[in-house]
């Protein structure tokens, strides 16, 4: 029952993630820094600590007795994701729903599995899986067979975008996708994915604070939630930085008063798309909670932002208009992506 609860939360948090940019889509009038750090400010300062004041009592008395060391990791974390998550707009911008999900996810899959073993190897810690660990063992080599299987998936997912570009008349494209940019949205989405990694990372270094909650007698089900108030700072003053280079540069700052936009709707769809992305993790910490593996967590919680991401780009027509073959090469990669984060999920299961 627990393990159904689990794959449950991670589920609804996949749908949340999958889903938070379509309120974006609706926006009129606005930049995309404009309506994306709107978004942002709901996303990492405002909901995070109201979610905090409600599951975990006294969390700010829990932030302050925390190490300054596990703070300032934790914070370097959010601060690194902060590039993937901005840039993960850019992808979704330049590529669409469909692809842009799959390329940034994939890698960040990827790079989630392997990247903290890598580091273990170089600084052993009792507990931690290193890099040598995955090569001798059947689970790590399930592990590492997963990661080899995802990036195939990629770059079938990288062949299907130039085959659309090269099929799609420019009309279509750009009634699909406005911006639509293979190379420049491939490149910002792989830096996305690298760089996404980091958020999982970041929980990790901040398991201090969620096992004090737990001492606490707090319920285990919203530890991570304390996590989260200090991650995100970290990935807000990345976003807020850019942000405002970017209003400066367009000159854009007008936006957030110009009387010529819909301005109420404005906010409250940005607002809607940042809260939306917060539940996402909100839900990942309920469903780590009852499975009881970060690495196996992960992945499951990438495997349904692809599925519901993709579900998306579909009922957006973003794949309307090219040839069957193509249609079947992104089909291909897609599910290439999701068989990957499954093994590695198995993979993890049997360590």
């Known amino acids: 029952m627990q393990v159904i609860l689990g794959v449950i939360f991670h589920f609804i948090g996949g749908f949340a993630s999958g889903s938070f940019y379509?309120?974006?889509?609706?926006?009129?009038?606005?930049?995309?820094?404009?309506?994306?750090?709107?978004?942002?400010?709901?996303?990492?300062?405002?909901?995070?600590?109201?979610?905090?004041?409600?599951?975990?009592?006294?969390?700010?008395?829990?932030i302050q007795a925390t190490a300054p060391e596990t703070i300032r990791i934790t914070l370097l974390f959010g601060i690194l994701w902060g590039f993937g998550g901005l840039t993960?707009?850019?992808?979704?911008?330049?590529?669409?729903?469909?692809?842009?999900?799959?390329?940034?996810?994939?890698?960040?899959?990827?790079?989630?599995?392997?990247?903290?073993?890598?580091?273990?190897?170089?600084?052993?810690?009792?507990?931690?899986?290193?890099?040598?660990?995955?090569?001798?063992?059947?689970?790590?080599?399930?592990?590492?067979?997963?990661?080899?299987?995802?990036?195939?998936?990629?770059?079938?997912?990288?062949?299907?975008?130039?085959?659309?570009?090269?099929?799609?008349?420019?009309?279509?494209?750009?009634?699909?996708?406005?911006?639509?940019?293979?190379?420049?949205?491939?490149?910002?989405?792989?830096?996305?994915?690298?760089?996404?990694?980091?958020?999982?990372?970041g929980i990790e270094a901040g398991k201090p604070m969620a096992e004090a909650a737990v001492s606490a007698g707090l319920n285990p089900l919203f530890q991570n939630n304390v996590i989260y108030v200090v991650l995100l700072w970290g990935g807000l003053s990345t976003n807020f930085i850019w942000c405002m280079i970017l209003n400066a540069r367009n000159k854009s700052f007008g936006n957030y008063a110009d009387p010529a936009t819909p301005l109420l709707k404005n906010y409250f769809l940005s607002a809607l798309a940042g809260?939306?992305?917060?539940?996402?993790?909100?839900?990942?910490?309920?469903?780590?909670?009852?499975?009881?593996?970060?690495?196996?967590?992960?992945?499951?919680?990438?495997?349904?932002?692809?599925?519901?991401?993709?579900?998306?780009?579909?009922?957006?027509?973003e794949w309307n208009g090219v040839s069957s073959k193509t249609k079947r090469t992104i089909t291909a990669g897609i599910l290439m992506i999701i068989l990957s984060v499954l093994v590695v999920g198995y993979g993890n299961s049997l360590k």
Request: glycine letters at 12%; hydrophobic letters at 50%.
């Open 88 to 201: 993960y707009g850019l992808g979704v911008r330049y590529l669409g729903m469909s692809l842009g999900n799959s390329v940034v996810l994939g890698f960040c899959s990827a790079f989630g599995a392997l990247v903290p073993s890598i580091y273990y190897n170089f600084f052993p810690k009792p507990g931690k899986t290193s890099f040598h660990d995955l090569l001798s063992t059947g689970w790590g080599r399930i592990v590492l067979a997963g990661v080899v299987i995802c990036l195939l998936g990629i770059y079938i997912c990288g062949k299907a975008g130039m085959m659309k570009e090269k099929e799609m008349p420019e009309e279509e494209k750009k009634k699909s996708i406005a911006e639509f940019s293979l190379v420049k949205g491939l490149l910002v989405a792989i830096f996305s994915g690298i760089m996404s990694a980091c958020f999982n990372f």
């Open 275 to 317: 809260t939306t992305w917060f539940l996402q993790f909100f839900f990942y910490g309920m469903g780590e909670s009852k499975l009881g593996n970060g690495a196996s967590s992960w992945i499951l919680h990438m495997a349904f932002i692809i599925l519901v991401a993709n579900s998306w780009g579909i009922l957006l027509k």
């Open 22 to 62: 379509m309120p974006y889509k609706k926006v009129r009038g606005w930049h995309w820094e404009s309506y994306w750090i709107i978004g942002g400010l709901f996303s990492w300062l405002i909901v995070p600590p109201l979610a905090a004041w409600l599951t975990v009592p006294g969390f700010w008395e829990i």
